[in-house]
């Protein structure tokens, strides 16, 4: 099983919902923290970390003395990333989207493939949990790449927890697609109200089972409740704003360690996932 957390925006407490979920169900599961501009998860689950893998992907370098100056491989670029002026050809790594157009175009074979490191993945244990999260270059754009190979380490025997980044763009898209079920985490605000129509929005284009946290629900209004119960989403917890869950955050730790009872609300939020799963509803 793999559930995807995800939110319209920062700071509503996805990575808190889902390291909290993670070690509560325990023995069998793995946390895939996709959230790779900025990963947080490992700040609460300190894991070991036994190995990593720099990550790269594939840019055109061209060999000029090939190279007829044709401009096909500039024609089929939509990024821009190519640039041919008369006997004058440049390349722009940071715009290229590695789609492979280039090479297959160019009819004079000048196009060769060349490595541009993405960023980093980290993989080691939990305590009983298995742990992998990607960490983008300083001033890289492509995220999408460096998330599919995070997901790459998906175990089908574990249930799966994903720390998807937050908005609605394409990184995210990369972190909920294929995912089982959805968990979106927001806060009772205009603000939250408005991202999570966002996030709503994209999750039923991809057609997966969507459930809701609240979190700080006891502040702000009622708007929230109301979108959900108009659009049929399950509000399957709510989290108070309370002064021992703040300071459990700002310390890195987690809130079924401070607080106990909280464990059981967590149990149970698994199960109302597992429950609609099961029963095959989507909303």
């Known amino acids: 099983m793999i559930i995807s957390v995800a939110s319209g925006k920062g700071g509503t407490g996805k990575t808190t919902v889902a390291t909290n979920l993670a070690y509560t169900l325990g023995t069998g599961v793995q ?31 061209i060999h000029k003395y090939r190279c007829s100056f044709c401009r096909k491989c500039a024609e089929i670029c939509r990024f821009r990333a190519i640039a041919v002026m008369n006997e004058v050809i440049l390349t722009f790594p940071e715009l290229c989207h590695s789609c492979g157009g280039c090479f297959a175009v160019c009819p004079e074979n000048a196009v060769a493939e060349k490595g ?15 742990f992998v999260h990607g960490r983008l270059r300083v001033g890289e754009a492509m995220s999408p790449p460096l998330i599919k190979r995070v997901r790459s380490y998906t175990r089908e025997e574990l249930i ?13 898209i990369a972190a909920m697609k294929g995912a089982d079920y959805v968990l979106m985490v927001t806060e009772p605000t205009p603000f939250g ?16 089972p969507c ?10 209004d009622r708007r929230v409740t109301d979108y959900a119960e108009q659009e049929n989403i399950a509000v399957l917890m709510e989290i108070p704003f309370e002064r021992r ?3 459990a955050y700002s ?33």
């Open 245 to 247: 869950i703040a300071e």
């Open 160 to 172: 799966t927890i994903i720390d998807a980044p937050p908005g609605t763009s394409c990184p995210v």
């Open 31 to 61: 946390v895939l923290d996709c959230d790779v501009e900025e990963p947080n998860a490992h700040l609460f689950l300190k894991p070991n970390i036994e190995q990593n893998e720099s990550v790269y992907t594939i840019v055109p370098e």
């Open 116 to 130: 541009r490191e993405l960023g980093m993945i980290e993989k080691g244990r939990a305590g009983d949990l298995d």
């Open 251 to 283: 310390k890195g730790r987690l809130i079924v360690e401070v607080l106990p009872g909280w464990k059981e609300k967590f149990l149970e939020l698994y199960r109302c996932i597992e429950k609609q799963i099961n029963s095959g509803n989507l909303r």
């Open 211 to 220: 459930g809701l946290v609240i979190n700080r629900s006891d502040m702000g």
């Open 193 to 208: 109200l408005n991202d999570l129509k966002l996030a709503v929005e994209a999750v039923k284009l991809l057609n997966i």
